[in-house]
């Protein structure tokens, strides 16, 4: 099992990097579908460069909300 200290994970896609709670999918193909915190759907790149794409800003805001409540146990 893969250490998460947070229930979400970054995901680049379509442009930028994204936060999402969806579940990690091994089997998946070079593209799958995953909704993200800024409430967007989007394709996901595995490519090496996506990651070096902006950061959502939206996603960036609901992350940070979230490790917040867990800080305060809200979580």
């Not at 200290?5 to 969806?22: E, Q, S």
């Not at 950061?55 to 305060?72: F, L």
Request: net charge positive.
């Amino acid at each position: 099992m893969t250490y998460q200290p947070h229930p979400f994970r970054w995901v680049p896609g379509d442009g930028a990097r994204h936060a999402t709670t969806a579940p990690r999918c091994c089997e998946c193909g070079e593209q799958t579908e995953v909704e993200t915190l800024c409430g967007v759907v989007v394709k996901t790149d595995r490519s090496e460069l996506a990651w070096l794409w902006r950061t959502c800003a939206p996603c960036n805001t609901e992350a940070h909300k979230i490790v917040r409540q867990r800080k305060a146990g809200a979580w």
